[in-house]
């Protein structure tokens, strides 16, 4: 039976269960549930502390995980990203008083307030600056308000919290970070896993694609065809009308209205868009 570790609570926990029931997997009905077991598909989940997750994985004591990229940098467990799931989107930034440091040149030699170490500390070795880390649970901008700190790494989303703070933010990011599956460095090949990986990658697919339908005249068929190729090849149905054909193909989503507007144009009619629920490429 294959165990995987997943966020309890937090940013992470919903989209993850969420995920996971898309991929036909049976998830927790309680909120408070700590292991929920799925017999149909031979899985068993276990509902962690996301901070812990890339712990358990990378020990070996669970064989996948989902955790976030900058949680699993600043773990250093010996495990490793294996699918990107596109969800838990954040970034990571340098913030300060504009008036005290102003440019990341100026990190040296500060105290640096973060609830992630690891992935400050990586950052800071990667570029040779020295400063001291100062580890925090949350709430780090409060940090240099009350004086324990110079300089605040942390996740920024709308800027609002860093506002408040009267902090703004240095340089470049230290780090981009989105919810991933984990697995051990060194695992061996295991088709379960193989199987899992392959419906979230469905999953992906689906989310990101729609499926776009058109009737068009056979004549201009190449032009419209050439607006959406599809994954393959598009699917060529004839039509009852001489000289009509159908047209199937997958195109991404946030390129639909647009897409749909350019075959408008090229004489495409009765374009409808479905969306996708599973698949498997
Ligand atoms: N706006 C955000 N704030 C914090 N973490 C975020 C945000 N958006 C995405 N994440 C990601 O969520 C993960 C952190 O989840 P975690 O549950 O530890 O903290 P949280 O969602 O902030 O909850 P809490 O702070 O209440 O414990 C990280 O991978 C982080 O990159
Ligand atoms: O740019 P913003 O939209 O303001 O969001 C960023 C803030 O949100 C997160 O804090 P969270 O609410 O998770 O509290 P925590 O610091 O206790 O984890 C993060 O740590 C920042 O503080
Ligand atoms: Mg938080």
Same mark, same amino acid.
């Not at 408070?32 to 020990?59: H, K, M, Q």
């Not at 860093?162 to 697995?183: F, K, M, T, W, Y």
């Given at each position: 039976?294959?165990r995987?570790a997943?966020?309890?609570?937090?940013?992470?926990?919903?989209?993850?269960?969420q995920?996971?029931?898309?991929?036909?997997?049976?998830?927790?009905?309680?909120?408070?549930?700590?292991?929920?077991?799925?017999?149909?598909?031979?899985?068993?989940?276990?509902?962690?502390?996301p901070r812990?997750i890339?712990?358990y994985?990378?020990?070996?004591?669970?064989?996948l =995980?989902?955790?976030?990229?900058?949680?699993?940098?600043?773990?250093?467990?010996?495990?490793?990203?294996?699918?990107?799931?596109?969800? =838990?989107g954040?970034t990571f930034w340098?913030?300060?008083?504009p008036?005290?440091?102003?440019?990341?040149?100026?990190?040296?030699?500060?105290?640096?307030?973060?609830?992630?170490?690891?992935v400050?500390?990586?950052?800071l070795?990667?570029?040779?600056?020295?400063?001291?880390?100062?580890?925090?649970?949350?709430a780090v901008?409060?940090?240099?308000?009350?004086?324990?700190?110079?300089?605040v790494a942390d996740v920024?989303?709308?800027?609002?919290?860093?506002?408040?703070?009267?902090?703004?933010i240095?340089?470049?990011p230290?780090?981009?970070?989105?919810?991933?599956?984990?697995r051990?460095t060194?695992?061996?090949?295991?088709?379960?896993?193989?199987?899992?990986?392959?419906?979230?990658?469905?999953?992906?697919?689906a989310?990101?694609?729609?499926m776009?339908?058109?009737?068009?005249?056979?004549?201009?068929?190449?032009?419209?065809?050439?607006?959406?190729?599809?994954?393959?090849?598009?699917?060529?149905?004839?039509?009852?009308?001489?000289?009509w054909v159908a047209?199937?193909a997958?195109?991404?989503?946030?390129?639909?209205?647009?897409?749909m507007?350019?075959l408008y144009?090229?004489?495409?009619?009765?374009?409808?868009?479905?969306?996708i629920?599973?698949?498997r490429?």
């Amino acid at each position: 039976m294959l165990r995987i570790a997943i966020p309890n609570k937090g940013t992470l926990s919903g989209p993850a269960t969420q995920m996971l029931r898309e991929a036909g997997y049976r998830q927790r009905g309680d909120d408070r549930d700590l292991v929920c077991r799925d017999e149909a598909n031979d899985v068993e989940f276990f509902y962690l502390r996301p901070r812990d997750i890339a712990t358990y994985v990378g020990s070996g004591d669970l064989d996948l =995980g989902i955790t976030g990229r900058d949680l699993l940098v600043d773990s250093a467990s010996p495990a490793e990203e294996t699918l990107d799931l596109d969800f =838990g989107g954040s970034t990571f930034w340098f913030a300060a008083r504009p008036e005290t440091v102003a440019s990341v040149d100026m990190i040296a030699g500060r105290r640096i307030a973060t609830a992630y170490p690891g992935v400050v500390e990586r950052h800071l070795a990667e570029r040779g600056v020295d400063a001291e880390v100062i580890r925090l649970d949350g709430a780090v901008e409060n940090a240099v308000r009350l004086g324990v700190a110079d300089v605040v790494a942390d996740v920024v989303s709308t800027g609002a919290t860093l506002r408040q703070a009267g902090l703004a933010i240095i340089g470049e990011p230290i780090l981009r970070s989105s919810a991933v599956l984990i697995r051990r460095t060194g695992a061996s090949a295991n088709p379960q896993v193989d199987q899992l990986v392959r419906r979230l990658q469905g999953v992906l697919v689906a989310r990101r694609y729609v499926m776009l339908a058109y009737d068009v005249r056979a004549d201009l068929l190449e032009k419209a065809s050439a607006l959406t190729p599809g994954i393959e090849s598009p699917t060529i149905s004839p039509l009852h009308r001489e000289g009509w054909v159908a047209v199937q193909a997958m195109v991404l989503r946030r390129d639909v209205h647009r897409i749909m507007d350019e075959l408008y144009e090229v004489g495409a009619r009765a374009i409808l868009v479905t969306d996708i629920h599973a698949c498997r490429l």
